[in-house]
């Protein structure tokens, strides 16, 4: 056997020892978990909690989602912007038990991109709020569903 093909069997090993161990598991990653707010029952309360105080309409969010989602318990969404200076992008549902549904805190060497699959109760405005450099900005885009996915 040659030597780098050991160095590699070596590491898979190890590798697959720390996995089963659990020292590699995901259990163990931090996630702020913020859930006052992410409790709140309407979408002007939900609002407040995300700190939002004056909201600007912005075409430079953009909300890429299906006009039609045949099922609401999983609805693909991602929101681009091309505001400088992003800290925060959050994505609400106005018509859902919960509203806030999203909250992604980047760095500032992140691209303003994030994407994920949500829930959603009914027919409702997909929102997206962007906080950058202390101000926020919003954009909505309004989603039918066939079949919803959210309980009361």
């Not at 590491?11 to 709140?40: H, I, M, Q, Y």
């Not at 018509?95 to 991109?113: D, H, I, M, W």
Request: aromatic share 6%.
């Amino acid at each position: 056997m040659s030597i780098k093909r050991r160095i590699i069997l070596k590491g898979t090993l190890v590798g697959g020892a720390a996995v089963t161990s659990g020292l590699l598991n995901p259990r163990f990653a931090f996630a702020a978990w913020p859930e006052n707010t992410f409790n709140k029952t309407n979408l002007n309360d939900a609002m407040d909690s995300l700190g939002v105080t004056d909201l600007s309409i912005t075409n430079d969010i953009t909300i890429n989602a299906p006009d039609l989602a045949e099922h609401g318990a999983l609805v693909p969404v991602s929101i681009t912007s091309s505001i400088p200076g992003i800290d925060k992008i959050s994505i609400l549902v106005d018509k859902n038990p919960q509203p806030l549904v999203a909250t992604f805190e980047l760095s500032n060497k992140c691209r303003g991109y994030v994407s994920t699959r949500i829930k959603m109760k009914s027919e409702s405005n997909i929102i997206a709020v962007v906080q950058a450099g202390g101000r926020y900005y919003s954009n909505r885009k309004v989603v039918n569903v066939a079949i919803g996915g959210c309980d009361e």
